[in-house]
């Protein structure tokens, strides 16, 4: 007997579902035969009212009324996920939810949330707008090439995929075809949002992950590099100091040659600039700063072996020249943001100065924190020699760079404080 009344209910339920799916969708084709929207109005009762008149829009939208009383108009409320009443449901004349559900409470919300869909021309006529994407995802209904073609989608308008990404990734194995094909999100240079538990991924599986891909060692130090400053950024958020030596760990053992040392000072140095603890700043930035010149003279000495010469060559303007040069600039830069101490000051501005020895061409940026440090140090016409020298380094082209010094150009030739 339980076993047969089981079953009835199943059967109603069953009925029910497809009676409602048969209504919607009858209601979706003659929306797109008469190329309106469809416009699904919900209420908590039958006696609820709706703040709304259709007559202001032109009859624009081809309406429906659901009521959540109603065991089957459930079955759509549900679906789309409405939470409070009264609510509008907006679809697309292909049957797509247009804008993401609304709770709304007078007929001015209503206006201006029918106002915005009727000038969304481009989601209007696509197959599938961000909010039926949005809600697909929500109601676990994504396929591989779904969830693809939604990470896209939220990357080309600059959202953050870095949750549904770390979901997806981290159910593969290394040896699953789906990692290829994951990881093949991450190599799209406009693709900004790598998660940060994707470190600890790439580091247990790199070398199958570059079997697997067989992409340049470039594409896969920019996408760990990516992942491993989302971390940073988590790290200096929380003031999580211990976790530090995690991604140093990572970075040490992907970046094959990497020197720990400069590495570990590097990042020491940047998270005490991040949460502002000038003491332990400087005391790291010097260390930085001794790690780049000593593997800078260890250099040095092997270009000196190699070229059999009795004289250290000088690595002005190399790839080794360049990259010391942007961490001894970046170590003052840091300095003299954080803080004002003379004896901090005059060593930054010399591991500018050395920075400025290492490179030839690209040093606006060299002269700009030399003006800084200069103008701290109470030197202010060097320090607006440097920044105009600086201003007229950058290339025309980097517009926000040349406002931004332009700007701070002028506080210093009237005397106002920048840091």
């Known amino acids: 007997m339980k076993k047969t009344v089981i079953l009835i209910v199943f059967i109603f339920l069953a009925a029910v579902v497809n009676a409602e799916s048969a209504e919607l969708s009858k209601l979706v084709y003659s929306a797109k ?17 709706f703040p709304f008149d259709s007559t202001l829009f032109d009859n624009r939208f081809i309406e429906a009324s659901l009521c959540a009383s109603n065991p089957s108009a459930r079955v759509i409320i549900n679906d789309y996920k409405v939470e409070s009443y009264p609510s509008v449901i907006l679809l ?21 949330y029918m106002e915005k869909a009727l000038k969304m021309k481009h989601e209007y006529d696509e197959s599938k707008p961000m909010a039926q994407f949005d809600l697909e995802y929500r109601n676990n209904k994504m396929n591989k090439a779904a969830l693809y073609e939604y990470i896209g989608k ?24 789906l990692v290829r094909e994951t990881l093949l999100l991450f190599i799209d240079e406009n693709n900004f949002n790598i998660p940060g538990v994707f470190c600890s ?15 340049s060692d470039e594409r896969f130090y920019r996408m760990t590099e990516k992942s491993v400053e989302y971390s940073f950024r988590k790290i200096c958020a ?109 060593d930054a501005l010399t591991w500018s100065v050395k920075a400025e020895q290492l490179t030839v061409d690209d040093k606006y940026d060299i002269y700009e924190t030399q003006a800084y440090i200069l103008y701290k140090l109470g030197k202010k016409v060097e320090a607006i020699t440097n920044m105009e020298k600086a201003y007229n380094s950058i290339p025309q082209n980097n517009i926000n760079q040349r406002t931004n010094v332009g700007v701070n150009l002028i506080k210093m030739k009237r005397g106002e404080k920048i840091y």
């Open 33 to 49: 035969s008469k190329n309106k929207l469809l416009l699904l109005k919900v209420f908590s009762s039958d006696i609820s009212s």
């Open 92 to 112: 697309n004349s292909n049957g797509h939810l247009l804008l993401p559900v609304k709770k709304v409470d007078n007929h001015a919300e209503v206006k201006a």
């Open 154 to 177: 939220r990357t080309a308008l600059a959202l953050d995929n870095s949750e549904i990404i770390d979901k997806y990734t981290l159910s593969a194995t290394p040896d699953d075809l």
């Open 201 to 215: 991924f790439l580091e247990q599986n790199h070398e199958k992950i570059r079997d697997i891909l067989r992409f």
């Open 238 to 346: 929380n003031r999580d100091e211990p976790a530090l030596s995690y991604i140093i760990g990572i970075k040490a053992n992907i970046f094959n040659g990497g020197d720990r040392e400069i590495l570990r000072n590097e990042y020491l140095t940047r998270y005490f600039h991040s949460t502002y603890q000038p003491l332990k700043l400087v005391n790291h930035a010097r260390e930085y700063v001794n790690a780049v010149l000593q593997y800078k003279e260890q250099q040095e000495k092997e270009l000196s072996e190699k070229s059999k010469r009795l004289f250290s060559p000088s690595l002005k303007n190399s790839a080794v020249g360049i990259m010391c040069a942007s961490k001894l600039r970046d170590a003052a830069q840091y300095v003299v943001e954080t803080t004002s101490a003379k004896s901090a000051l005059t």
